[in-house]
């Protein structure tokens, strides 16, 4: 009899396993490893793939490296089969959308009862921040610059996830993302590779555990292989063009972070990369992903790849296609339905060898017998979920670590803003997102329930009970916002779909009854932003950036009352909001916070909790900026001075600058403020001058910076202190800045902390023109501060 899991016994420790290994070093590396993941690459374990696979006739061989969505659909309409009887002839390995002990063990029953060689299904699912206790979006997740928060999202998501019989998650993303109009920023940990492999590492960590056959670890799937985030002009599903210096310098270091944590599997994008699409690309994903990283678990593709290939016209027909995604190193077609149905012929005929079929299905098979589906198959059933008071504790805990205090100015007669005052207080809470449950799950919400979501306006009940006043003011959208919609799914011959947030009736009326109510408070805290569902993640691209609808007018209509203005911002990616950065006097970014986000976003207005949290993405101050990030390579013509020498100083104009705003950021990279103060002390280096054979690859460190921060202010706080390098002597121009380190750093008022950071081949290493990895004679600059605009400096040389 097989056994079930029972997790009602499991754990939730922790097991953070380290991958070691080393890498050839004379100047230049050239990257030839082992595989990252031990259990994989288990002798014994290939050793049952080895002795199965002989057993499989060419039909089981092809079924094993199917995958469909025998639950609700999260793409194009899916194929409509029989999957009871395709399980049942071995003609399936893997499903998706198929979630709770019933359903899965019904197919994993088929499976492995009336199956001719009783080889468990792979259930997958995307569970991006949470699968029932739904957390913050991904990117707000980034913005506490803490891996070990985001160690332990993963966990409590690996855990709800194998209770519902899903031993496999679509997470993370961690596609690089530097433009703003791409929806899907909302899932990544934003534009900085050195951040975004940290942050990559964790989510690996957290939901693996190290160990595969553990009963609440979950095989991740990192996404989007490779580039996704670098889709031109920010619109989704579009072609990525970039050099190979940028893509590995860039791109890659999230996903070979992820490798090298152990990933089990990695799934294609849907873009192309320089002309080749993802998901047929030999060069992505074989050569750098296994040849040179050593990768050997599988590679699904994403939802209909595999037969988009059509469209990207590198084939005249579905064979031909699914031919190139097979061959190129794709080993699972998800819901294309052309393996099934095309790879068999062309493997008779010797199109295809039948040996690049065989190394697919060991590659699935690897991952099947490390999750120890083969021994227990099933899933006891659990209750129907409830969050705990543990889950709503750490949901609050992790919100309100990722709440950004953009701004906090003071306002007449008083100090800063925020935090506002414990003692009773008349607030008018305005807006269509104060209320709204549904939106604080955000994008990606797996099986999270609105009915357990606290919203804001819920949260400040609890707090101010009469003293609280409420008016929606607007819609989300408003009705031209609506008729634009519809025109574009009309001439792109889409289906129609209604936005998920309405716009409240007359918006000049409820904008008008929005003014009153701020009249009678002390205070005006307005929650605005995006439909979570409709305005961010996947293709949810926008031209705008600003707040969508009437909101802008209702903001500047509260504000022109002379009531203290408090702007709680609900979003799933930076804003274009210029107009509120000169007038409201505090601007929170809250992202799209979860279950518990009321609660977290009340627990910083009211000081409860000290922001900590800092932007992982630059909010421009025009949409013309995008695509928009800190780490600009340098130019012949910087510009300098500014705007307002213009035309006087024609000489002014031929700078690398717009003619009509600042280059800079509203709030860039790194940026987000404390209700304490903390200063820096210059950094110091152990080590002036280093040679090039100091900082081979494998070393942890040939130097190490270190500096002094104080906590000046008069509350404890937690400070993420940012070290950034520039490389000025390079034989490839190299960015302006570079993050190489950061720590977060608590302190009580006036205490100081020596904080270092070690320096090595990784954080000193670029590629150069012949994309090889190299550390060269150098000086370095070093920044240390609070945000990419880091003004204490040092610098040391490499020799």
């Known amino acids: 009899m097989k056994k079930t899991f029972n997790l009602s016994l499991v754990s939730a420790a922790l097991l953070c396993v380290t991958a070691v290994f080393s890498i050839g070093f004379s100047v230049t590396v050239a990257f030839a490893q082992a595989a990252p993941n031990s259990q994989l690459a288990s002798k ?9 696979l002989k057993q499989m006739t060419l039909e089981e061989k092809i079924g094993q490296t199917v995958q469909y969505a025998a639950g609700f659909a999260t793409g194009p309409a899916g194929a409509k089969v029989s999957y009871d009887e395709l399980t049942q002839q071995g003609k399936i390995g893997s499903m998706l959308n198929v979630y709770g002990a019933d359903k899965t063990n019904h197919y994993q029953h088929i499976a492995m009862e009336k199956a001719r060689l009783h080889i468990p299904i792979l259930f997958g699912q995307d569970v991006i ?20 928060l985001v160690e332990g999202v993963a966990r409590t998501s690996a855990i709800e996830s194998r209770a519902e019989g899903i031993p496999w998650v679509f997470s993370p993303m961690v596609d690089i993302a530097r433009d703003a109009r791409w929806g899907r920023i909302v899932e990544s940990a934003g534009e900085d590779p050195y951040l975004g492999s940290a942050v990559a590492r964790a989510w690996v960590k957290g939901y693996q555990q190290g160990d595969l056959t553990k009963p609440d670890s979950v095989a991740v799937s990192v996404k989007h292989f490779a580039a996704y985030g670098a889709a031109i002009a920010g619109r989704d599903y579009n072609a990525t063009d970039m050099s190979d210096i940028t893509l590995r310098q860039v791109y890659l270091p999230p996903y070979h972070a992820a490798v090298d944590a ?19 690309n030999p060069y992505t994903l074989t050569q750098i992903l296994r040849k040179e990283w050593g990768f050997d678990g599988l590679v699904v593709s994403d939802w209909g790849a595999v037969a988009e290939l059509l469209n990207h016209s590198i084939g005249p027909d579905g064979a031909t296609v699914a031919r190139k995604a097979l061959v190129a190193g794709v080993d699972m077609d998800m819901e294309g339905n052309l393996y099934g149905t095309t790879l068999a012929a062309q493997i008779r005929s010797g199109a295809i060898p039948e040996a690049v079929l065989d190394e697919a299905v060991r590659r699935i098979l690897r991952v099947k017998f490390a999750l120890g ?19 709503r504790t750490q949901a609050r805990a992790v919100a309100a670590e990722t709440i950004v205090l953009l701004k906090n100015d003071a306002v007449e007669g008083t100090g800063a803003l925020l935090p506002m005052s414990k003692k009773a207080k008349t607030v008018a809470l305005i807006g269509p997102l104060a209320d709204s449950a549904k939106d604080m799950l955000g994008s990606w919400g797996a099986l999270g329930d609105p009915k357990f979501v606290v919203s804001l306006r819920q949260a400040l009940q609890e707090r101010l009970g009469d003293k609280l006043l409420y008016a929606v003011g607007c819609g989300v959208l408003s009705g031209k916002d609506e008729e634009v919609i519809q025109h574009a799914q009309f001439i792109d011959q889409q289906p129609a779909m209604a936005p998920k947030q309405e716009a409240v009736g007359d918006d000049t009326k409820t904008i008008a009854e929005a003014v009153e109510t701020a009249k009678k408070a002390d205070v005006a805290i307005l929650a605005l932003g995006e439909s979570a569902d409709w305005m961010t993640g996947e293709a949810s691209s926008r031209t705008r950036l600003d707040l969508p609808g009437n909101q802008e007018q209702l903001l500047e209509a509260v504000a022109a009352t002379g009531k203290p203005v408090v702007l709680v911002l609900f979003t799933g990616r930076p804003s274009e909001i210029k107009w509120a950065g000169t007038h409201i006097p505090a601007i929170v970014e809250a992202w799209f916070p979860g279950i518990e986000g009321g609660h977290a976003v009340a627990d910083v207005l009211f000081g409860d909790v000290n922001p ?42 031929f700078m690398s600058r717009y003619l009509d705003e600042e280059n800079s950021a509203l709030f860039p990279f790194g940026w987000g403020l404390s209700y304490t103060r ?17 900082a081979p690859a494998g070393r942890a460190a040939a130097l190490t910076v270190g ?3 104080r906590n000046t202010g008069s509350v404890a706080g937690t400070e993420v202190v940012q070290l950034y390098l520039r490389n000025t002597s390079a034989s490839v121009e190299q960015p302006l800045r570079e993050l190489k380190g950061f720590a977060r750093v608590t302190l009580a008022p006036g205490e100081s902390k020596h904080v270092e950071f070690p320096l090595g081949f990784d954080e000193l290493s670029f590629y150069n023109v012949e994309s090889k990895r190299i550390v060269e004679p150098t000086t370095y600059k070093v920044f240390v501060g609070g945000s990419s605009l880091a003004s204490a400096e040092t610098s040391f040389e490499v020799r």
């Open 44 to 52: 014994e374990l290939n050793a049952r793939v080895e002795k199965l």
């Open 129 to 148: 921040h949470g699968m029932h206790t739904t957390f913050p979006v991904p990117l707000a997740l980034s913005t506490s610059w803490d891996p070990k």
């Open 262 to 280: 152990g990933a089990a599997t990695v799934m294609s994008s849907f873009n192309s990369i320089n002309g080749v699409p993802g998901t047929a």
């Open 373 to 391: 589906l083969f021994e227990h198959p099933y899933n006891e059933p659990t209750p129907v979920y409830q969050p705990t008071a543990e889950n």
């Open 612 to 653: 900590s949290a800092k932007l992982t993405t630059s909010f421009p101050r025009a949409v013309g900026q995008e695509p928009l990030y800190y780490a600009q390579m340098p130019t012949g013509r910087p510009a300098h001075g500014d705007l307002s020498q213009l035309p006087a100083n024609a000489a002014e104009k």
């Open 678 to 694: 903390f200063s820096y002390g210059k950094p110091v280096v152990d080590k002036a001058q280093i040679a090039v054979k100091d």
């Open 707 to 709: 500096v002094d921060v």
